[in-house]
Nanobody
Framework: QVQLVESGGGLVQAGGSLRLSCTASGSIFSINAMGWYRQPPGKQRELVAAISSGGSTDYADSVKGRFTVSRDNAKNTVYLQMNSLKAEDTAVYYC??????????????WGQGTQVTVSS
């Protein structure tokens, strides 16, 4: 079994910064892609940023230049540094990871979500 635990959400004023962290634990042989999604109030979940095991990154257009995704493979942890936050960044943020088990099968996992609220 694998768990993803997020931390770092909270309330911040527009223009401020937050750093989200997500650590995977459990029966893990390796981790392929990791990333962050968000779900604004009343809207569908959307991709924010993703990072491959080799460090290649991808971002939603709405966060390019403001958010940075990174990972520490030794700690099975992915980070999301969010700068110049806007009210429209308010959402529940979920981390996700494709985990390879010791049987060499890959499964997708989600964290429980962390609330980010940006006041204008």
């Amino acid at each position: 079994q694998v768990q993803l635990v997020e931390s770092g959400g909270g309330l911040v004023q527009a223009g401020g910064s937050l750093r989200l962290s997500c650590t995977a634990s459990g029966s893990i042989f390796s981790i392929n892609a990791m990333g962050w999604y968000r779900q604004p109030p009343g809207k569908q979940r959307e991709l924010v940023a993703a990072i491959s095991s080799g460090g290649s990154t991808d971002y939603a257009d709405s966060v390019k230049g403001r958010f940075t995704v990174s990972r520490d493979n030794a700690k099975n942890t992915v980070y999301l540094q969010m700068n110049s936050l806007k009210a429209e960044d308010t959402a529940v943020y979920y981390c996700t990871a494709e985990v390879v088990s010791y049987s060499r099968r890959a499964f997708g996992y989600w964290g429980q979500g962390t609330q980010v609220t940006v006041s204008s």
